[in-house]
């Protein structure tokens, strides 16, 4: 990705990760993760749109780097707080293996995406992509187990020995999961106003949801739409004038 940034990350009370990066600065992710609002309807979706926008200019990447991995995970309920204490501690005593894990998340985030933005405009994906997908899929499914569940048995990502890319696992399933499933039919990218580019699951009765939020892209494209219409109603009284 040619985004990572040498930092030295320290655990703090609350598991507020603050980084010390060029220059001294000091900066918490924290706050930014937390605020991501998760629109996509499956994991596999919310993973893919950790980058905002996806379209248009002057992209923000969520993931920076190992922690900013660990704060998704407990964002988004992968983890437990003391899950990722551990695995913060772990990756600082394991640098090289924290900057390779990460480096995997981001392959594969990049990777879900382009299947699922390819498939949300109806064509087909690079067999390379999805070559890549199986490959990361085989490795994760040697980390499950099954176990006893409400309706007969389910899959289980936890290893006794916490490992420093066992989030990835669940991620890599549940976009196996929705691949083969009907529900893949109704994967939509945003257009936002041509700087979005969200993927999510359109689960409306009729298909016709078009934004990844009503609130942010239909109603930004709302008002570009009104706004458009005075415009052209402003010219029409001119020209009759």
């Known amino acids: 990705m040619g985004k990572m940034v040498a930092a030295i990350t320290l655990p703090v009370k609350s598991f507020l990760l603050v980084r010390i990066g060029r220059g001294g600065q000091m900066n918490t992710s924290k706050a930014e993760i937390e605020t ?7 994991l596999c979706l919310d993973f893919a749109n950790t980058m905002d926008p996806r379209l248009g200019n002057h992209p923000c990447d969520y993931l920076r780097d190992y922690s900013d991995l660990l ?3 407990l964002h988004v ?11 913060q501690e772990n990756a600082a005593q394991r640098p090289v293996e924290a900057a390779t894990t990460f480096e995997q998340a981001i392959t594969l985030r990049e990777t879900l995406y382009r299947i699922f933005s ?3 405009r109806n064509a087909f994906p690079e067999k390379s992509d999805l070559d890549n997908l199986k490959a990361m899929f085989v490795r994760a499914t040697t980390h499950a187990q099954l176990i006893p569940a409400t309706h007969g048995l389910q899959w289980d990502w936890t290893e006794r020995a916490p490992a420093l890319a066992q989030m990835l696992w669940p991620v890599v399933h549940s976009a196996i999961e929705l691949l ?17 580019g969200w993927l999510f699951l359109d689960t409306s009765k009729n298909g016709s949801r078009q934004w990844c939020s009503m609130e942010g892209c239909g109603s930004r494209a709302k008002m570009r739409r009104q706004y458009a219409r005075k415009r052209a109603n402003s010219s029409q009284h001119i020209d009759s004038a």
Do not use: H, I, M
């Open 36 to 42: 991501l609002r998760l629109l996509g309807g499956r």
């Open 71 to 73: 704060q998704w995970s």
């Open 77 to 87: 309920g992968l983890l437990a707080k003391d899950e990722a204490e551990q695995l």
């Open 118 to 120: 390819t498939l949300a």
């Open 180 to 196: 083969t499933s009907e529900e893949v039919k109704k994967v939509k990218e945003c257009p936002g106003v041509g700087d979005c």
